[in-house]
């Protein structure tokens, strides 16, 4: 048993590894290519969507990560436990998954309610596949997490469920949110001060928004803000004899 789950975990991190050089390198020009044919060849329109999210997470996780301690990639390349290419690894997948829910909402249905149809989609999409992503990452070690949860002894299953919903289901609504906004504003206006408005509160969305609700729902739930890192003593306890 023990050795069938060596080689899931080998295989798991076989794939991580992996995927986060072919993502960005094979499926970012596919999908800046699949948004510059729904928005009428715009490259503008194009560039908005797949570049915000790229700046957008990096700022969310190098904050997350620099200043409060609450993860790290354990793999390479990385700078103090970043990968400099992980803005385009989420972008990538960001765009694609946005890209297969916004065909369910025409590019001629305007008005809020197309925003909230995208932002529903969004939430409910990203939110799941992120959850499986961010679950079997921690199993596999690719990511380690310093959370409240995993101080406490829960599974990778549980950790992830304790913030997946808030940043991932958040983000994904702000995203999807943002990207159908800007089409409905800007695919036939062409006013840099509207195109940089959108750019910037799109993006800030994208980061203020799922942190809050993270911040509110620990609060509620554990009593504690949700920045507190355990590293210490997470690592501390790994370090143990007979530990682990």
């Not at 890209?99 to 809020?112: A, E, S, T």
């Amino acid at each position: 048993m023990a050795r069938v789950e060596n080689s899931h975990t080998k295989a798991l991190q076989y794939f991580y590894n992996v995927y986060q050089f072919i993502a960005p390198l094979a499926f970012f020009p596919i999908a800046y290519w699949l948004w510059w044919r729904r928005f009428g060849r715009n490259h503008e329109l194009a560039l908005l969507v797949m570049f915000v999210p790229v700046v957008s997470y990096y700022l969310f996780v190098g904050i997350g990560m620099f200043k409060y301690r609450l993860w790290r990639f354990n793999t390479s390349p990385t700078i103090a436990g970043m990968r400099p290419h992980h803005g385009f690894v989420f972008s990538t997948a960001a765009a694609l998954f946005f890209y297969i829910c916004l065909r369910m909402v025409p590019v001629d249905h305007v008005g809020i309610g197309s925003v909230a149809t995208s932002a529903f989609l969004g939430a409910s999409v990203f939110g799941f596949w992120n959850w499986w992503y961010e679950t079997y990452a921690i199993k596999s070690g690719f990511i380690s997490i310093y959370t409240k949860k995993v101080a406490d002894g829960a599974t990778a299953e549980e950790a992830v469920t304790d913030y997946a919903p808030f940043f991932f289901g958040g983000m994904g609504a702000c995203y999807g949110a943002f990207v159908k906004t800007a089409e409905n504003l800007l695919l036939t206006e062409h006013e840099p001060t509207l195109y940089w408005a959108v750019a910037v509160g799109g993006g800030l969305s994208m980061i203020v928004v799922p942190v809050a609700l993270y911040l509110v729902a620990h609060r509620y739930r554990h009593g504690e803000s949700g920045l507190k890192s355990y590293v210490d003593v997470i690592e501390k306890s790994k370090s143990r004899p007979g530990d682990g």
